[in-house]
């Protein structure tokens, strides 16, 4: 599966933002989609992810409450609404599919699209 992120920019402190990924191939509801980010100089970490159905969601502490995570199948696409933003939200974002159990281990996950940049001013 290939994937393409979209969505990241520049956002004030306190503001919004929706990332999306598009996924190529017809077996889209077969993955597990998650959310990671890498900030300048930091390890790549987990965000977010979603069951293949959308009926199960994960987030890491640090959005939970903020960001929502979402799926349309029909679209082969999946979402990260982000609220609520501050500067240690700035990051590079990364979707990511997987077709193994759930994890918030980058290792796990098997195919990753190019990354969209997120910067929050303060």
């Known amino acids: 599966v290939q994937l393409q992120a979209s969505g990241g920019g520049l956002v004030q402190a306190g503001g919004s933002l929706k990332l999306s990924c598009a996924a190529s191939g017809r077996t889209f509801s077969s993955y597990r989609m998650g959310w990671f980010r890498q900030a300048p100089g930091k390890e790549r970490e987990f965000v977010a992810a979603?069951?293949?159905?959308?009926?199960?969601?994960y987030y890491a502490d640090s959005v939970k409450g903020r960001f929502t995570i979402s799926r349309d199948n029909a679209k082969n696409t999946v979402y990260l609404q982000m609220n609520s933003l501050d500067a240690e939200d700035t990051a590079v974002y990364y979707c990511?599919?997987?077709?193994?159990?759930?994890?918030?281990?980058?290792?796990?996950?098997?195919?990753w699209g190019q990354g969209t940049l997120v910067t929050v001013s303060s």
């Open positions: 979603i069951s293949y159905s959308g009926g199960m969601l």
């Open positions: 990511a599919a997987t077709q193994k159990g759930y994890s918030t281990y980058v290792q796990q996950w098997d195919y």
